[in-house]
């Protein structure tokens, strides 16, 4: 029996509504080996710049005339306070001979917990009194410091004189955040001994790999506290 055009298209249509969709197939997963890959090959690109700074700065005599200039030690003179910036025991030693020469009646040891109180001890240990110490234990920056020592002392920001100690390295950067807190009569100090043993031009290979890490640290603290304050 012959079956009409009609009847065959009906048909069509028909098996056509009744075909079941097909599933999609998930996406796959990336993969976890290759994400390792990327991210070892990230980590290694910024090993080898970091490589290519530290050769550079070796090698460089840029490396000398960025050292030279964070020299910024003002002449010793009698002041009111000396502010001993926590981070180096040497710090803590020059302090507690500042304040046995008579350069101010009292010394202010500042970091953080319980290293302000070794630091305190230590200035104590090297001839400074006890009764002429002062410890201020909650600055964890740099920063901290300004604030929480004005506030601990009750010093004049605008009158006072403060001799602050601190590292070579340490010592502009130092001095421009107390200076952005209001201190106008700052006398910066580094301690005597190393200041009398380093070199006053010319660095060679093996110096300039001693303190490049310091400069790049010091270069660290310059960004973050130009972004953050």
């Not at 290759?34 to 970091?50: A, P």
């Not at 200076?179 to 093996?206: C, F, H, K, P, Q």
Request: with cysteine; net charge negative; proline share 4%.
């Amino acid at each position: 029996m012959q079956t009409s055009p009609d009847h065959n298209v009906g048909m069509a249509r028909d098996d056509t509504l009744s075909e079941e969709p097909v599933a999609k197939r998930p996406a796959a997963a990336p993969s976890r080996v290759g994400s390792l890959t990327r991210w070892f090959w990230r980590g290694m690109g910024v090993f080898g710049l970091v490589v290519l700074l530290a050769f550079l700065l070796v090698i460089s005599p840029v490396t000398d005339r960025v050292y030279f200039g964070m020299d910024c030690q003002d002449e010793l003179r009698p002041a009111d306070w000396i502010i001993c910036l926590g981070g180096d025991a040497g710090r803590a030693i020059e302090s507690a001979r500042l304040l046995q020469d008579g350069y101010a009646p009292k010394l202010i040891v500042t970091n953080n917990g319980a290293a302000a109180d070794r630091l305190a001890q230590q200035a104590i240990d090297w001839g400074a009194d006890s009764q002429d110490v002062l410890i201020e234990d909650r600055s964890a920056r740099t920063v901290d410091h300004p604030d929480l020592v004005a506030e601990l002392a009750g010093i004049d920001r605008e009158q006072d004189a403060c001799i602050l100690v601190t590292s070579y390295t340490h010592m502009k950067r130092a001095r421009q955040i107390f200076e952005d807190a209001g201190y106008r009569d700052l006398i910066v100090r580094e301690m005597r001994w190393e200041r009398e043993a380093r070199a006053t031009s010319g660095l060679n290979w093996r110096q300039r790999l001693l303190v490049a890490p310091r400069i790049c640290y010091e270069a660290a603290g310059w960004c973050r506290y130009w972004i953050f304050g």
